[in-house]
Each structure stands twice: as C-alpha cells, then as structure tokens.
C-alpha cells in the first residue's frame, strides 16, 4: 500500500472514533499517527502504527514512535520514546509498554521512569494500575526525592498518596546519612519514612548509627519518633527503651519506658521509665525508677533515687553522675544510702550529702558527708567529713564505736583495715578474748587516734596526742553510757539485695 494511501486509510477510522458516543469515548483507546500498517502475518489483532503516534483514554495521554493496537481487546503494544502523560504532574516513560483499556494497567518495560514533580522513580519493569493509581515493581528500583535516594527490591507508589512502600533489601541514601530496612514507606511531600521492620540508619561520618523496628523518621526535619527495641548509638554511647522520640540535629532524645543510656567507655548505665538525652547542652537524666549502674565484670554497683543525671565531657563520654533525692545504692559488698550523691569518673569517686550512711561488711559508717573511692572495681578509701560515726555491732545490744570530726579509712579486699580518727577522737570498744570472752569495755577520748582491723575486728589502737583511755568491768558501764552520743544504728534501712535499693 502506498504512503499516500495509507494516510488516507487513517481518516475514515479517526473520525469513526470521534462518532462514537460519550461512554464508549471514555472505555475505547482513541489513536492517531503518521503512518498506518495491517499485517497479518506480523500482528494480526490490528494496525501497527508509526511516526508521532499519540492515543487517548480517559485523561491519560500515550506518546510513543510506534504502536500496535488490538481494538477488539481495546489494548495497546507501544515502543520506542514510549510516555504516558497520567497527570499534569505524573508521567511514565519506558522504551516499550503494554496497556489494557479494560483493566487500565499498563505494564512498562525496559529504561523505565516515573516521574512526579521532583520524584523519580527507575526501575526495568513496572506495572502501573489507573484504577488504583498504584505503580509497582518486582526486581529492583531507585527513587530519587530532593536529596534522598532509595533503592529496594520490590516497591509499591501510591500516586495519589505520594507515598512509596518498599519491600526487601532497602536503602536509603542520604549526604548525611544511610539507612538499611526490610520493609519501608516513604512520603515525597513530607520526606518522612516509616519502618515496619529491622531498620538501621549511619551517619555518613560513622558517629551515630540508629536501630529501630517500627516508627517514623522525616528527612527534612531530622525529627524521629521509634518503636520496637529501638537503639540510638553515638560512638561510645547508647541509648534505648520501648518508644523514643529524637531530634538528630541538637542531639535530643527522649525516651519513654524501659529506658537505658550505656556509656561503654565508662562503663556506666543509665536506666528509668523516662529519660531525656541533650548532646548538644552535654548532660542526660532519668526518672521514674531511676537506676545509675557503674558496670563492673566482678560486681556492679546499683543507684537508685528519684532522678538520675548525668554530665558529659568533651568527647561526649559521661564524666559525673548525679542522684538527687532518696538516694539508695546496692552492691554485695558495699551498701549506702543518703538524700543526693555524685559519681565522679575521672576517679570512680562517690561523694554522698545529707545524712550519708555506707555499710561494709558489719560496719555502718555516716558523717555529715562522705566520699567514697573505689579503685579496680574495689573500695579503695573512705572519708567521713563532720560528725563522722563507725558503728559494728557486739552483741545483741552492744555495739562498738567509733566517732570523730573527721575519718579517713582504707580497705584491703573490701575490707575496712586502717582507720585514722582526726579531731576529737572517741571510741567505745568491748574487749574480748579469742573465745569470745568479754574483758570489758574499753572508752576512750584523744585528740587523734589510729585503728587497724583484721577481718573486721579490732587489732590494735593507737592514741595521738592527749589520750584518756580507760578498760572499764562491764558492770561498772550502765546501759546508758554505752553510745556515744548521737549514736544512730540504720540496720532497718540497709539494702540487702539489689531490689531494697526502691525501698525508702
């Protein structure tokens, strides 16, 4: 057939189409082109048609080189520069592509792009549904929003949501950071993702990585909200607990029960039913059952009190802690309790305010303050500071004692072996035999005083300066006589096992 009649061929059909009514014009793929082929032998089903080929349903637009058409089907084959224009924003290019009339699904092949303002989708085959305005791909794709980049296995674009859903093997690509999931959603209007399954999120500079198995996080913002056992690491630090709601940009989080901060430099944790993380200021805290844990292979020492705080230093490692209000603390070798403390790092010193009490062993010391040093894991030294007060018990009734303005003691294996009493110095003692036998009771008041222990008994007394010290018969001793005054014995309160220390 010549080209002059082949182009004359094309008008009764145009405008046969025209004729038909305004129903069939919305379920009929309307069709033009340059040149017009019937070949039986190549496409039976219907005209193959060449050169600015352009065809209408509904409101979308299909541009193409070359197509062929199966009217009886009301479908379409199309190749080369292939574009259907479904929107004013959203147009689907591909260098070949299927459409059905009927069920309005276009199946695009090969370079394919969709692209929807300043969304881009490519991908080798997508599946496109004008009923649902869903496009999907099985085998691989790329998004790319603004400065994100997204490529997963399987996704799913809702067009009119603006959302994508990502399936298998996701990445997100960010100047700031990548994220790993399994299974993501992510809106191009807001720039926020969703997780719906084990994600993880790495600063592009390897300081701070995020894990989490559920919730939200807005690429624009930096602003994120997690579920599910979420972690948020910053080098040496972590933070987790059931929700957590973070601002990446300042550094701040919350979290919102079964809350954890691990500083593992340090080795100090943080726990709580809520907790607060401000970098950027350099200090966390936490509350509501607030725990402060210096971690320990051999015994860790737990803290509790009503809120929890914690100072960081330079390189974002914690270098104080702090415990305010009914402050108790539990470790098996050592015990304590006071109304606020700090924890200082630097030399795994504890200082205690407010009516500071420890216990080591059989002893109960207390003072007006109290700082504790604690060495490789051991006690290494003890300083009362005002009022000071060593207490051990005797027998049943009787208790020896120790008091002065100032203490300074040393232990050995966590036990007390060296005491020096400085100003003031008093003690109550009550001698005894190997066997147990009392000698009597030994008073005794110097300006100074050393003591040695040895398994925490008395091994010898030196007096400094000024010493009265007298062995009185324990007859000779009337009960009243035998406390020094503002004697106190705290047994009641000592914390016996780690869950005593939420026992006020």
């Not at 029960?257 to 080795?267: E, G, L, Y």
């Not at 109290?370 to 005002?386: E, P, Q």
């Amino acid at each position: 057939m010549s080209r002059l009649m082949r182009f004359i061929f094309i008008l009764p059909i145009f405008f046969n189409f025209n004729a038909f009514s305004q129903e069939q014009e919305k379920t009929k793929i309307q069709y033009s082109g340059n040149i017009w082929e019937f070949n039986k032998d190549i496409y039976p089903d219907g005209p193959r048609i060449l050169g600015n080929v352009v065809m209408s349903h509904d409101s979308a637009f299909l541009y193409c080189d070359s197509a062929y058409v199966n009217e009886a089907e009301n479908k379409v084959i199309a190749y080369g520069n292939v574009r259907i224009k479904l929107s004013d924003t959203l147009n689907l290019y591909s260098d070949s592509l299927r459409y059905d009339g009927n069920t309005k699904i276009a199946n695009a092949y090969s370079n394919v792009r969709l692209i929807d303002n300043q969304t881009i989708l490519t991908t080798d085959t997508l599946n496109y549904n004008r009923y649902t305005r869903i496009a999907q791909y099985d085998y691989w794709g790329k998004i790319v929003n603004d400065s994100n980049t997204l490529v997963s296995r399987h996704g799913y674009y809702y067009t009119d949501k603006k959302e994508f859903f990502f399936k298998e093997k996701v990445i997100m690509i960010n100047p700031d950071y990548n994220m790993f999931s399994d299974t993501l959603m992510y809106n191009t209007v807001t720039e926020t993702s969703y997780f719906y399954g084990p994600s993880h999120i790495v600063s592009i500079d390897k300081q701070d990585s995020i894990y989490c198995e559920n919730g939200w996080y807005n690429t624009r913002s930096d602003v994120a909200r997690f579920r599910d056992r979420a972690r948020i690491y910053h080098e040496a630090t972590y933070l987790t607990g059931d929700s957590m709601y973070y601002e990446r940009k300042n550094g701040f989080g919350q979290v919102f029960r079964k809350a954890v901060m691990v500083d593992t430099v340090q080795n100090i944790m943080l726990m709580g039913n809520y907790g607060e993380m401000q970098r950027k200021n350099g200090f966390a805290f936490m509350t509501d059952s607030a725990v402060g844990v210096m971690i320990d292979k051999k015994d860790s020492l737990f803290m509790h009190s009503d809120t929890v705080r914690a100072l960081f230093d330079t390189a974002r490692n914690i270098k104080k802690v702090f415990c305010f209000y009914k402050v108790k603390f539990f470790r098996h070798d050592l015990q304590g309790m006071c109304d606020s403390l700090t924890y200082m790092s630097r030399d795994s010193s504890i200082t205690m305010y407010h009516d500071p009490v420890i216990w080591s062993d059989s002893n109960q010391m207390s003072a007006d303050s109290i700082r504790l040093t604690i060495f490789n894991g051991v006690a290494d030294s003890l300083k009362l500071f005002g009022s000071a007060f060593i207490i051990s018990r005797d027998d049943s009734v009787n208790f020896n004692q120790i008091k002065g303005r100032k203490v300074l003691a040393k232990f050995h294996d966590n036990e007390l072996y060296k005491i020096n009493v400085l100003g003031n110095a008093q003690t109550i003692y009550f001698a005894r035999e190997e066997d147990k036998t009392l000698i009597g009771i030994n008073m005794a008041v110097s300006s100074e005083m050393l003591v040695f222990l040895e398994k925490n008994q008395l091994k010898s007394i030196t007096y400094i300066d000024n010493p009265d010290a007298h062995l009185f018969p324990e007859k000779s001793v009337p009960p009243n006589e035998r406390k020094l005054k503002n004697f106190k014995w705290e047994e009641k309160r000592r914390p016996m096992e780690k869950k005593d220390i939420f026992v006020w």
